[in-house]
C-alpha cells in the first residue's frame, strides 16, 4: 500500500514523463494485484476454518475445469502458450463438489508450480481417472523443490517452504492451507512429491469419482 501512494502522490505533485508514468502504472498494477490476491487468501482462509459440514455439491468436470484454470494461469503469469501443457482423458472424469471452491484449489497449485519454476516455467497438468472410483489432477513443475522433510508441513496454516534461493519468492502461506482443506471437505485429499532441492515438485489432489 505504502508503494502505491507513494506512486500516486509523485504522478499528483509533478509532471512525469509518458514513459515513467506507464511505467507507475504498471508497477502499482502488479501491487495491487498481489495485495487483491493476498487479501483473498486471508478471507479464503477464514472460510476453510469455519469447519463447514456440507459442501454445495454438483457434477464438475475436472477436464473442463483444469482447462479453466490453465488459460487463466497463462494470461495472469504472461507466459508463452505452451509454458503449461495440460493433458486429460477423452472421457470426463467427473466428481461432485462445488465448482468454484475447487478452481481455487487447482489455481493455487496452478499459481505455486509457475511461482517456484525460476526463470524457466514448464509445468505439466494431468487429469487421470486412476480407479474406477477416483479422480486426480496432478500439478508438476521442474522448478525449485521441495525438501523431503518438509513435504508433510507444507499444508500448514502460515508455513512456507525452507530453502535456498527463496527468499525473493513472497507468498501468504494460506494456499496450501486452503488447498488442503477444501480437499477434505469434498471427501479427498491432496499430497506433494519431491526428490529434493532443484528437482521439481508434483501436487496431486485425489476427489471421490462420481458414478455415471
Partial sequence: IASIKLYLETLQSRS?????RQEFYEIMLADTARLHHTVDQVLKAGVVREKRKTVARGPVDMAALAAECVELAVVR??????AIVLESPDRAPMVSGDAEELRTVVANLLDNAVKYSGQTVRVTVAVAAPAPDTVWVRVQDRGVGIPKKQLKRIFNRFYRVQA???RHITGTGLGLYIVRSIARAHGGRVFAQSEGEGRGATFTLELPRLAP
Fill in 16 to 20: 512525469v514523463p509518458e514513459a515513467a
Fill in 164 to 166: 535456498r534461493g527463496l
Fill in 77 to 82: 503469469h504472461h507466459l508463452q502458450a505452451d
